[in-house]
């Protein structure tokens, strides 16, 4: 008979947001997870997850058998740090995350065991064999035949039940040269049954949901089915959208009657060049419009997201990209970094020209400049961001629910959607940090 275990989740906080505003709002505030998935595959043990954002770590761990630590690259350092404080007092460590699966090497130094992949298939055999005697140094996925699970929800500390974050698929198809999601062992999708999503749909407190998914869009078959069988949920949801789907009206249509009411779409820059170089082959700058102008017809708020930083980037690009946000008519907007992941071609690619700054990994999170572009200094990119980000608050931010008033009519009869929305706009402009 197994025996059960206590086991310890562990979400290391992330020191700060740099200057990014996000249509996520704060991710401190956000229930962690992927510690509530590595919970669900824990069964039949005991779990208690403490999320470093809302409560410290004890120092006295002497209950727990097994520690388990989610690593993002931008909790790193923290999670290092937690680690081998809590080797050093005895406790038993297994770190898993997408630090994990990018630097194996580098995190396996603070951990009794690695976990690279996902929990699905990995966490129950680690289990197995600790609770034989038999830990093994690492666990990789196997990927084949994986079921996605759904979080134990039950486990996390309340904060907001007027929001969730949900999962239906992992990953992605696209190349961008950016993206960490080319450099994991396990490449594809996974999905999850469009039965569990329902029923972990129903199942929420929360009438607004905040889709967490790579890309959903990859298989339109599988949306079009999910999105048929939430209807009836009558939920408020949010997703990232490629803009790739600028000529399908049917899905943008079933997707504004099945309850959404933004996307964030990464644009990530106006100029089709970049696009080219860095294979983010989805885009096409002459289609953005049609993409935004389609989405508000079906009176869905569009967020735009662009990447500063590439090689093709001269000072201009700041104005060139106010420009472009101007035309198209976003209802916000969120810039980002270019921030390469680390032990990535692309990483060793910017250290071999000697333009990486960054040192510290809890900076690459996409709110600092880790980099130096070709065509301006780092000062310049940083400058740059925070004065576009006033440009744009002073002259275009404050008129967006104006001029897409038709748009926000359709929130009308859900107070609590134009109260989320509300106060995510005053968010974004008290929570950036701005010289």
Request: glycine share 6%; proline share 4%; aromatic share 10%.
């Amino acid at each position: 008979m197994t025996r059960l275990l206590d086991i310890l989740l562990v979400q290391p906080r992330w020191k700060s947001h740099g200057y990014r505003r996000k249509i996520k709002v704060d991710e401190n505030l956000i229930h962690p997870l992927t510690l509530g998935v590595v919970a669900a595959c824990s069964e039949p043990h005991r779990v208690t997850i403490i999320d470093e954002a809302m409560e410290p770590v004890p120092s006295d761990l002497s209950q727990y058998d097994l520690v388990g630590i989610s690593v993002n690259t931008y909790v790193a350092p923290r999670a290092f740090e937690l680690a081998d404080r809590l080797r050093a007092r005895g406790s038993k460590i297994v770190m898993g995350g997408v630090h994990v699966g990018l630097t194996p090497t580098e995190c396996a130094k603070h951990a009794d065991s690695i976990v690279v992949g996902h929990a699905e298939d990995t966490w129950p055999r680690l289990l197995e064999d600790f609770s034989a005697g038999n830990l093994r140094s690492r666990y990789d996925s196997n990927w084949a035949g994986i079921k996605l699970a759904s979080p134990r929800r039950d486990l996390f500390r309340s904060r907001n039940d007027t929001l969730a974050y949900c999962e239906t698929t992992r990953g992605c198809l696209n190349s961008c040269r950016f993206c960490y999601l080319n450099c994991l062992p396990q490449k594809g999708l996974i999905y999850k049954e469009i039965g569990d999503v329902y029923q972990e749909l129903q199942s929420l407190a929360a009438n607004i949901v905040l889709f967490c998914d790579d890309n959903m869009f990859c298989n339109r078959d599988y949306m079009m089915s999910m999105l048929a069988e939430i209807t009836d949920l009558k939920k408020h949801w949010w997703i990232q959208a490629p803009s790739n789907i600028f000529d399908d009206e049917k899905l943008i249509e079933t997707m504004a009657r099945s309850g959404c009411f933004s996307v964030s779409i990464g644009f990530q820059t106006g100029s089709d060049e970049t696009n080219q170089a860095e294979r983010i082959y989805q885009n096409r700058a002459d289609r953005y419009k049609t993409l935004v102008d389609l989405l508000h017809k079906h009176r869905i708020l569009v967020d735009g997201t662009f990447i500063f930083g590439f090689d093709s980037d001269a000072p201009s690009v700041f104005r060139e990209t106010e420009e472009l946000i101007r035309t198209l008519g976003l209802d916000s907007y969120t810039f980002y970094f270019l921030t390469p992941y680390p032990e990535t071609p692309y990483l060793e690619q910017i250290r071999a020209e000697n333009r990486v700054t960054g040192s510290d990994w809890s900076d690459f999170d996409w709110d600092h400049a880790v980099i130096r572009p070709k065509q301006m200094t780092e000062k310049q990119l940083e400058d740059g961001v925070v004065k576009l980000y006033k440009r744009l608050d002073r002259l275009y931010h404050n008129r967006s629910m104006l001029r897409n008033w038709k748009v926000y009519t359709r929130f009308a009869g859900s107070l609590k959607l134009m109260s989320f929305l509300s106060s995510i706009g005053w968010n974004y402009r008290r929570s950036r940090i701005l010289p």
